[in-house]
């Protein structure tokens, strides 16, 4: 008989935001009137830009047209969308990125899951907490960690502790360890990192030769950090293609780790073979419409719907405030973070609002241990929901 990858079997029952589909399912079926507003997962909810709009139409033309049609493109990604993400989010920054440290993926939540593959399984990972599950649950289906403790930490890892102690903060570890994960601005606190902050990671990762997986943005605008950082980066939240999917990771030659005859082997010519044998590149179409960002009228539009975004969470923060709940996050990033009421569960909390005020929202737990007693809202609803939402959690939640 076939055996079983056991290290899956460490993991909780569901992943967090399948047990929320679950929840949500039941009470709506119990109660079918009710108008439910989802605050949970961070999908958006304004339509793309007009410029991809436009470039994905022209590339769906051009595939109608024996002449102009593409088949397999290369896995890393088509060179007039890595051009542009090089000038517009790299050079024009001073920074050096090669066109061969890019590649073009189907989001960074991939990514972010895959990368651990081309780590070997006795790296010792330090993650914050709480985190963004991906990063966690993929370093144990892959066997770099112990079992979940009662304490609801995993044996093996290093947990990085970030609440309103340390302003959100995480410290530096006391143990050395191989692999660490940064995310800034922040999923799920919606805090970020000073460049202060961020240097601390950086020295310490050359210190003990470690590698930083940093989701997020401009990590390499930190002094040594193209040395010892991969970055993520994703389309998703900026213009709008949860659905759509793009993304892309940077991976410098510099970035190296060490193979078991002591020898530095570069981890971009790895990931190079992981994307070239496992993924057959973005969809053309997806890849143009990702380029247009990058145009004078693209630009303007993206910045126009994260202000549209970003104006959510500042409804949501101060409405939060003016109902007396203690609110985080929501200025540099689309997620709020807040303190449940009189230190609820957050699970707790989660059932309170979705049978109260019939709004979901994330449970803090889900993000780890020290998630608990928080929560989670996102700010990419519409602008009406946004406001009805927090209408209803002034005047409706009983707390």
């Known amino acids: 008989m076939a055996t079983i990858n056991d290290n899956y079997l460490k993991l909780p029952g569901s992943y967090l935001f399948a047990e929320i589909a679950r929840r949500v399912a039941a009470f709506k079926e119990a109660n079918p009137e009710a108008d439910i507003i989802r605050l949970g997962i961070g999908d958006v909810t304004q339509p ?12 769906v033309d051009e595939l109608a047209n024996a002449d102009t049609f593409r088949g397999y493109g290369p896995e890393q ?16 920054r001073g920074i050096d990125i090669a066109s061969d440290e890019i590649f073009i993926s189907d ?45 609801g930490h ?62 997020a943005a401009y990590v390499y605008e930190i002094e040594g950090a193209k040395d010892v950082a991969i970055e993520f980066r994703s389309f998703s939240k900026t213009a709008g293609f949860t ?3 793009c993304g892309y990771t940077i991976i410098p030659k510099t970035v190296k780790g060490r193979a078991a005859d002591g020898s530095l082997v570069e981890f971009n010519k790895l990931w190079n ?11 053309y179409i997806v890849q143009r419409g990702a380029a247009a960002i990058y145009t004078e009228e693209g630009q303007k539009q993206v910045k126009e719907t994260i202000a549209y975004y970003m104006e ?40 309170k609002l979705l049978t109260e005020v019939h709004i979901v ?23 009406e929901n946004t406001v009805r939402a927090v209408e209803r959690i002034k005047n409706q939640l009983h707390i």
């Open 77 to 92: 990604g088509y060179s007039f969308l890595t051009d542009a993400i090089i000038e517009h989010n790299y050079k024009a």
């Open 273 to 283: 073979r992981r994307h070239t044998t496992k993924f057959n590149g973005t969809a």
């Open 107 to 151: 989001g960074s939540k991939s990514d972010c899951g895959n990368i651990q593959e081309i780590f070997g399984t006795d790296n010792h990972v330090a993650i914050t907490d709480p985190v963004y599950p991906v990063y966690l649950d993929t370093n144990v289906m892959a066997g770099r960690t112990g079992t979940l403790q009662e304490d």
């Open 48 to 59: 793309l830009p007009p410029a991809c709009i436009e470039a994905m139409h022209k590339a």
């Open 312 to 351: 959510n969470a500042r409804i949501i923060r101060e409405g939060l405030q003016a109902a007396g709940i203690k609110a985080y996050g929501g200025v540099n990033a689309p997620y709020i973070w807040l303190k449940t009421p009189d230190n609820m569960p957050s699970w707790d909390f989660f059932d």
């Open 154 to 215: 995993f044996e093996g890892v290093t947990y990085l502790p970030c609440d309103a102690s340390n302003d959100f903060a995480p410290a530096l570890p006391k143990e050395r360890v191989d692999m660490i994960y940064l995310c800034c601005p922040n999923n799920p606190t919606g805090t970020t990192l000073s460049r202060a902050e961020l240097k601390k990671w950086v020295d310490y990762a050359h210190e003990n030769e470690s590698v930083i997986l940093f989701d």
């Open 361 to 383: 929202g994330t449970p803090g737990a889900g993000f780890g241990p020290c998630g608990e007693g928080y929560f989670r809202l996102t700010a990419f609803g519409n602008r």
């Open 243 to 245: 659905g759509t999917r």
